[in-house]
């Protein structure tokens, strides 16, 4: 019976200890009111940027804990503070517009709520390099 009970506390110790160390789950809900964003038609190498807006509808504050972008042409910043319930934040999305042609990319944004993770993206048409043609 001795053991039985040092095995029993021992597995009791772990549980509460694994239940206490788990990450804390907002129940904030990250929304924006629109996921999409289309540049339509850029020149090449123009600097663009879209700014997204985000706003908790939930009870409690929540935190962006990262946002990843589906290729390295676009670069993601967003404020990292708390987002009180009701506060709106921004999430800017910058795209490297020195590809021509047609573009989709996705981004993914991960709070730290039940959502899990939010979808956003942007989109449009990157015109021809005519410095390119023009040096050849």
């Excluded at 924006?32 to 700014?51: Q, R, Y």
């Excluded at 990843?68 to 709106?88: F, L």
Aim: proline share 5%.
């Amino acid at each position: 019976m001795n053991r039985l009970s040092k095995f029993l506390c021992v597995l009791f110790v772990c549980t509460a200890h694994s239940v206490y160390a788990q990450k804390k789950v907002s129940t904030g809900v990250l929304h924006c009111p629109n996921t999409h964003f289309s540049f339509d038609t850029l020149g090449f190498a123009a600097p663009v940027v879209h700014e997204f807006m985000c706003i908790n509808t939930g009870a409690q504050p929540l935190k962006i804990v990262n946002i990843r972008p589906s290729c390295s042409c676009s670069v993601t910043q967003w404020d990292r503070q708390p987002i009180a319930p009701g506060d709106t934040t921004y999430i800017w999305v910058k795209y490297d517009s020195r590809r021509s042609g047609e573009f989709f990319k996705d981004i993914t944004v991960y709070p730290n709520t039940k959502q899990k993770e939010l979808q956003l993206s942007i989109s449009g048409v990157v015109r021809d390099n005519l410095h390119k043609f023009i040096i050849e």
